[in-house]
Protein backbone atom coordinates (compact mmCIF):
# COMPACT_ATOMS: atom_id res chain seq x y z
CA UNK A 1 0.00 0.00 0.00
CA UNK A 2 1.18 3.39 -0.48
CA UNK A 3 0.00 6.48 0.50
CA UNK A 4 1.11 9.99 -0.65
CA UNK A 5 1.26 13.66 1.08
CA UNK A 6 2.28 16.70 0.81
CA UNK A 7 0.72 18.41 -1.99
CA UNK A 8 -1.39 21.67 -1.67
CA UNK A 9 -1.40 25.01 -2.98
CA UNK A 10 1.53 26.94 -3.96
CA UNK A 11 2.59 30.48 -5.62
CA UNK A 12 5.27 30.32 -8.78
CA UNK A 13 8.37 29.67 -7.65
CA UNK A 14 7.79 28.06 -4.56
CA UNK A 15 8.47 24.93 -3.16
CA UNK A 16 6.40 21.37 -1.64
CA UNK A 17 8.20 18.25 -0.18
CA UNK A 18 5.58 15.24 -1.20
CA UNK A 19 6.05 12.05 0.71
CA UNK A 20 4.88 9.01 -0.26
CA UNK A 21 4.79 6.06 2.78
CA UNK A 22 5.17 2.40 2.07
CA UNK A 23 3.91 -0.51 3.47
CA UNK A 24 6.11 -3.91 3.33
CA UNK A 25 9.38 -5.27 4.54
CA UNK A 26 11.33 -5.94 1.01
CA UNK A 27 10.55 -1.95 0.20
CA UNK A 28 13.99 -0.99 0.25
CA UNK A 29 14.20 -3.80 -2.90
CA UNK A 30 12.08 -2.04 -5.34
CA UNK A 31 12.84 0.71 -7.70
CA UNK A 32 10.33 3.44 -6.71
CA UNK A 33 8.91 6.31 -9.09
CA UNK A 34 6.93 9.38 -8.94
CA UNK A 35 4.21 10.29 -11.59
CA UNK A 36 2.10 12.96 -12.16
CA UNK A 37 -1.09 13.73 -14.50
CA UNK A 38 -2.52 17.37 -15.43
CA UNK A 39 -6.27 17.83 -15.75
CA UNK A 40 -7.15 16.48 -20.03
CA UNK A 41 -3.63 15.08 -19.69
CA UNK A 42 -1.81 11.43 -19.69
CA UNK A 43 -0.08 10.17 -16.47
CA UNK A 44 3.43 11.18 -16.80
CA UNK A 45 7.50 9.98 -15.32
CA UNK A 46 8.24 12.20 -12.95
CA UNK A 47 11.07 11.18 -11.69
CA UNK A 48 12.62 7.49 -10.33
CA UNK A 49 14.98 6.14 -7.57
CA UNK A 50 16.68 2.61 -7.27
CA UNK A 51 17.30 0.41 -5.05
CA UNK A 52 20.82 1.53 -5.04
CA UNK A 53 19.63 5.24 -4.94
CA UNK A 54 19.78 5.95 -8.96
CA UNK A 55 17.82 8.74 -9.70
CA UNK A 56 16.58 9.90 -13.47
CA UNK A 57 14.30 12.90 -13.90
CA UNK A 58 12.06 14.05 -17.18
CA UNK A 59 13.66 17.06 -18.42
CA UNK A 60 11.29 19.23 -17.64
CA UNK A 61 11.81 19.24 -13.71
CA UNK A 62 15.64 18.15 -13.88
CA UNK A 63 17.58 20.63 -11.72
CA UNK A 64 14.25 21.52 -9.66
CA UNK A 65 13.21 18.50 -8.19
CA UNK A 66 14.95 16.10 -6.44
CA UNK A 67 13.69 12.22 -5.32
CA UNK A 68 15.01 10.37 -2.24
CA UNK A 69 14.01 7.30 -0.27
CA UNK A 70 14.37 6.39 3.44
CA UNK A 71 14.50 3.20 3.82
CA UNK A 72 14.73 2.35 7.33
CA UNK A 73 11.21 4.28 7.11
CA UNK A 74 9.75 2.76 3.89
CA UNK A 75 9.46 6.87 2.78
CA UNK A 76 10.34 7.83 -0.77
CA UNK A 77 9.84 11.76 -1.35
CA UNK A 78 9.80 14.44 -3.99
CA UNK A 79 11.35 17.90 -2.93
CA UNK A 80 10.30 20.47 -5.33
CA UNK A 81 11.43 23.60 -6.00
CA UNK A 82 11.05 26.44 -8.67
CA UNK A 83 7.55 25.10 -9.09
CA UNK A 84 5.57 26.18 -12.43
CA UNK A 85 2.30 26.44 -12.85
CA UNK A 86 2.68 23.92 -15.42
CA UNK A 87 3.63 21.35 -12.37
CA UNK A 88 0.14 21.27 -11.55
CA UNK A 89 -1.23 17.98 -11.12
CA UNK A 90 -1.82 15.00 -9.14
CA UNK A 91 1.29 13.67 -8.20
CA UNK A 92 1.25 9.56 -7.91
CA UNK A 93 3.80 7.30 -6.14
CA UNK A 94 4.45 4.27 -8.05
CA UNK A 95 6.48 0.55 -7.83
CA UNK A 96 6.80 -0.46 -11.06
CA UNK A 97 7.65 -4.17 -10.28
CA UNK A 98 4.35 -4.49 -8.12
CA UNK A 99 2.36 -2.24 -10.10
CA UNK A 100 1.10 -0.38 -7.28
CA UNK A 101 0.39 2.95 -7.01
CA UNK A 102 -0.85 5.37 -4.61
CA UNK A 103 -4.05 7.47 -4.43
CA UNK A 104 -2.49 10.58 -5.24
CA UNK A 105 -1.96 14.40 -4.20
CA UNK A 106 -2.72 17.38 -5.71
CA UNK A 107 -0.23 19.93 -6.22
CA UNK A 108 -1.30 23.24 -7.70
CA UNK A 109 0.77 26.20 -9.08
CA UNK A 110 -0.76 29.43 -9.06
CA UNK A 111 -0.67 32.82 -8.21
Known amino acids: QLVESGGGLVQPGGSLRLSCAASGKTFRLYPMAWYRQAPGKQREFVAG???????NYVDSVNGRFTISRHNAQNRMYLQMNSLKPEDTAVYYC???????WGQGTQVTVSS
Open 94 to 100: HIPVLGS
Open 49 to 55: IDSNDGT
